[in-house]
């Protein structure tokens, strides 16, 4: 399988596990090789009090994808959590099982900063 990253920036994957099942240590660099971006649109804004404040709260409505090329054997995308989003808005997922997005939820690895330096999966 060959990954094709289409973030802006490096995605490091920590490997747990070899194709045995044995455990293993390791780090997989996935250099960026272009940008997907989605087109979004706001379609709505209002302001919201909060405590004395009003605070800007917009909608938005995901546009076009733009950068995604077509499914490629033996290939994976990966695209940003937005992107796969607006995907499955779109209901295009069922067409695009070969998109995936770096899982930046609460198994991600962080440093002292509290920034992501790899994740340990995908989401699809």
Request: aromatic share 6%; charged share 20%; with cysteine.
């Amino acid at each position: 399988m060959h990954f094709v990253n289409l973030t802006p920036h490096e995605i490091v994957l920590k490997v747990l596990f070899d194709t045995n099942g044995d455990a293993k240590d390791g780090l997989m660099r996935f250099p960026s090789l272009g940008n997907c971006r989605v087109a979004v649109k706001e379609t709505n804004s209002y302001n919201m009090e909060v405590d004395g404040y009003l605070v800007p709260v917009v909608q938005h409505e995901y546009g076009a994808i733009e950068g995604l090329p077509s499914p490629r054997q033996d290939t994976k995308f990966i695209v940003s959590l937005m992107v796969l989003n607006a995907l499955k808005a779109k209901g295009r997922m069922g067409h695009r099982p070969d998109v995936l997005a770096p899982d930046t939820g609460k198994t991600a690895i962080r440093d002292e900063a509290g920034q992501i330096i790899a994740v340990i999966q995908f989401v699809n």
